[in-house]
């Protein structure tokens, strides 16, 4: 008899997940493209380092592209820009010598869609958060980034400048929220480690 049992409460189990997937609203599915230009929260606009008065001259911003592997998993590529100046703070410097840097970031972008599966064991049990507006995720981007730095001075023999790029491994991870104000386009907001800074918004849109 309990081999039987045991069968019964397995196919109760798979009724029950079968009939909470029918009553789940989804957000995103297998096949979906998702395109997000966002841009950098939090970042310091002026700030002093190391005896440099630094000027983020633009927010750092960022374009990624995911593709619904399934229900749950997206994955795809980002690329992010930030460009930043810094000079000399001595007053003693007549001319001060200012530093641009140039940053890209180039990587690869992972993501598991939480609530979806929550929906899919839960479904209408979960109330407000059963809805195709709503989808929470959390982002690993392991990648690499490249740094360009100019440096430029003046000297009695005259201007001088230098430049160096060096480039290596970074890593990002997020947890982020969309809210779809319809089936294509939602606003998103991302909060963990980035290379840029703790926090960025943007727009969804999906195909």
């Not at 798979?14 to 909470?20: A, G, H, K, R, Y």
């Not at 939090?42 to 005896?51: A, E, S």
């Not at 927010?59 to 930030?82: C, K, Q, R, T």
């Not at 507006?133 to 005259?158: H, R, S």
């Amino acid at each position: 008899m309990k081999p039987i049992k045991r069968i019964l409460t397995l196919l109760s189990f798979c009724l029950f997940i079968q009939n909470s997937h029918a009553q789940a609203n989804k957000s995103i599915e297998q096949g979906d493209l998702l395109i997000a230009p966002s841009i950098s929260l939090f970042t310091n606009t002026n700030y002093i380092v190391g005896g440099l008065n630094g000027t983020n001259l633009i927010p750092a911003v960022s374009l990624n592209f995911e593709y619904a592997l399934h229900d749950y998993v997206s994955a795809g590529l980002e690329f992010g820009y930030s460009f930043r100046t810094y000079q000399s703070n001595f007053i003693f410097f007549i001319d001060p010598t200012r530093y641009n840097y140039s940053t890209k970031v180039f990587s690869l972008r992972a993501s598991f869609h939480y609530l979806e599966l929550i929906k899919n064991l839960v479904g209408e049990h979960i109330g407000g958060l059963n809805s195709e507006k709503l989808d929470f995720y959390v982002t690993l981007l392991p990648g690499f980034i490249v740094t360009d730095e100019t440096q430029k001075w003046t000297t009695a023999a005259g201007d001088h400048k230098r430049k160096e790029r060096t480039t290596g491994p970074s890593f990002g991870s997020y947890a982020g929220f969309r809210y779809y104000f319809s089936n294509a386009v939602a606003v998103h907001v991302e909060g963990g480690y980035g290379n840029f800074s703790r926090a960025k918004i943007g727009l969804t849109f999906k195909l």
